[in-house]
């Protein structure tokens, strides 16, 4: 089976950097993504770690270590669209998800 | 990327009833992907449809109560069956993305009273 642990809410003020660690259990692990999910909206699909280290997409940044089972979403100069829920997700032969964590985003 | 047209946005329905899901993707894939995403919680996946073949369902969920469809490469349907008020929720298609990831549809939000 495959579990995903992440916390379950963040909040932060505009400009801050937020970080969102995911911890895993899995089998048949190829790699993690990061879903982007707004409120009434569906999930987007944010980046993919196949290989340990660090994925760099314009203010978002995600990282992988494969032998600490664990990885983490960056949310840099976090502006107040960036209040969303974000969930990590295993990629094997199916998408597992974590449980999601909301990201509050204040003025 | 790919682009999934799902239907019906959202719906009412009244209990014991049935209700017809239907995705279509503008390129064809091999694989469809059906979630169930609970107020407030994560998605869990229902089922995988293969053009061709019965669907894989996932734990807790059977055929019976999630019939899917997959009559070719570019369309899917899931049926939610004999629906119960705890049937309510968002369900969401998904496909592989050849650029990354995986594309969602827009999803159904059900609600059934």
């Known amino acids: 089976g495959q579990s995903l642990e992440q916390p379950s809410e963040v909040t932060a003020v505009e400009g801050a950097i937020v970080q969102i660690n995911c911890t895993y259990q899995?089998?048949?692990?190829?790699?993690l993504s990061w879903y982007q999910q707004h409120d009434g909206g569906a999930p987007t699909f944010l980046s993919y770690?196949?290989?340990?280290g660090l994925e760099e997409t314009g203010r978002f940044s995600s990282f992988l270590s494969r032998s600490d089972s664990y990885g983490y979403l960056l949310l840099q100069e976090l502006q107040m669209k960036d209040s969303a829920s974000y969930f990590c997700?295993?990629?094997?032969?199916?998408?597992?998800f974590g449980g999601g964590t909301r990201v509050l985003v204040k003025p | 990327s790919a682009v999934i047209s799902q239907k019906p946005s959202r719906d009412i329905c009244q209990r014991g009833t049935s209700l017809t899901i239907q995705c279509q993707v503008d390129?064809?894939?091999?694989?469809m992907f059906w979630y169930r995403q609970q107020p407030g919680q994560s998605l869990t996946l229902i089922a995988t449809?293969?053009?061709?073949?019965?669907?894989?369902?996932e734990s807790g969920f059977v055929i019976d109560k999630f019939p899917i469809s997959r009559p070719n490469l570019t369309f899917s349907t899931l049926t939610v069956s004999n629906m119960s008020p705890e049937d309510s929720s968002i369900y969401l298609c998904?496909?592989?993305?050849?650029?990354?990831?995986?594309?969602f549809g827009s999803g159904t939000r059900l609600t059934v009273v």
């Open positions: 770690n196949g290989l340990d």
């Open positions: 998904s496909v592989i993305d050849p650029l990354g990831g995986y594309t």
């Open positions: 997700a295993s990629a094997g032969n199916k998408l597992t």
């Open positions: 390129s064809q894939v091999t694989m």
């Open positions: 449809a293969n053009q061709g073949s019965e669907a894989t369902y």
């Open positions: 899995t089998s048949g692990f190829y790699g």
